[in-house]
């Protein structure tokens, strides 16, 4: 696993790297053509899903301590981590907005104008996820073992389940042409769970047992426990903390399903839902044309998106 890390990391670091090159070569051109969106509670709280979807690593988590030579040390390796994840999202995020404006797609990297560059970022990513999703998807492939009883030594039964696993991820991704509209599903209905409630309402009930624990009280853990134990400005961030992560779960979740579902726009709607749709042929191939041309991998800049810097591109 340690190799697989290492040559994620380094696709990872170089691919930001060449997204930079990138801002740096479009900047004057798009920038100054860009416009920005005005802001609503809808793209609020699908703009925090996708941040948590980012940052949501938590399911692995219990892997990594448990893989680790030094689990004493998982602390500062967490730590460490999601500084080096956030100086990178940021200046990605950051500039990536400020250069191009509403013009982006749900990927940046089909903003990048310049051909060479664009190609080489895919490649990269693509070896990341190639290499990163042993890692991610293990604790899954744990579980599902555990579920159907198979073996945890290399075997027929573990090469299966596997295999099952994967073209079940594959399936998933084909079903959907738009990805950010799963960014938004996963990353507001399941990880805030993960993320933002959980975490501090399991710290809160371990720290105030331990403490009656510890005082030898015989009062039995309840909520009156956790006002009298729990320190109050500590117990006001964990409840705005909980709160959020409803306002996200339910908020995103309800505009991510209605546009997956409910949604008039082909490129928004699922892959199969045209098969149990009474539409005529012309009308399927109709929305097929358009997801085609929805999911393209160059996207002009622009207020209007007529602006392209490439020679291979023009924008109508």
Not at 3 to 29: K, P, R
Not at 131 to 156: C, T
Not at 190 to 200: A, E, K, Q, R
Not at 225 to 234: E, G, M, V
Request: proline share 5%; net charge neutral.
């Amino acid at each position: 696993m340690e190799q697989v890390s290492i040559v994620a990391a380094v696709s990872t670091l170089t691919a930001v790297a060449l997204i930079l090159l990138g801002y740096f070569l479009d900047a004057n051109e798009c920038h100054q053509y860009a416009s920005y969106p005005e802001f609503t509670p809808a793209a609020a709280s699908n703009s925090l899903a996708t941040i948590i979807f980012a940052y949501g690593g938590h399911p692995c988590l219990p892997t990594i301590v448990h893989d680790m030579k030094t689990p004493q040390h998982f602390f500062r390796c967490f730590l460490l981590s999601y500084i080096a994840l956030f100086l990178l999202y940021t200046p990605v995020s950051l500039l990536g907005f400020w250069i191009y404006g509403d013009s982006v797609s749900d990927s940046i990297i089909s903003s990048i104008q310049n051909d060479s560059l664009r190609r080489a970022i895919s490649i990269l990513i693509a070896i990341h996820v190639f290499f990163s999703i042993l890692i991610i998807v293990n604790p899954l492939l744990q579980a599902s073992e555990h579920v159907f009883g198979v073996k945890q030594e290399f075997g027929f039964g573990r090469f299966v389940t596997r295999t099952i696993v994967f073209w079940v991820i594959i399936l998933s991704a084909a079903s959907v042409p738009n990805f950010g509209i799963v960014v938004n599903l996963v990353g507001g209905s399941t990880l805030p769970l993960l993320v933002l409630i959980f975490p501090p309402l399991f710290a809160m009930f371990l720290e105030v047992r331990q403490k009656l624990e510890q005082d030898g009280a015989k009062e039995e853990f309840s909520l009156k426990s956790i006002w009298h134990y729990h320190p109050k400005p500590r117990l006001l961030l964990d409840i705005l903390i909980i709160a959020l992560g409803f306002y996200v779960m339910f908020h995103s979740t309800y505009h991510s399903v209605s546009s997956l579902f409910f949604s008039e726009n082909p490129p928004t709607r699922s892959c199969f839902a045209t098969w149990f749709s009474s539409t005529s042929s012309d009308t399927f191939q109709n929305s097929t044309t358009s997801i085609s041309s929805h999911s393209s991998h160059f996207q002009c800049c622009g207020a209007f998106r007529n602006i392209s810097l490439s020679e291979s591109h023009r924008c109508f």
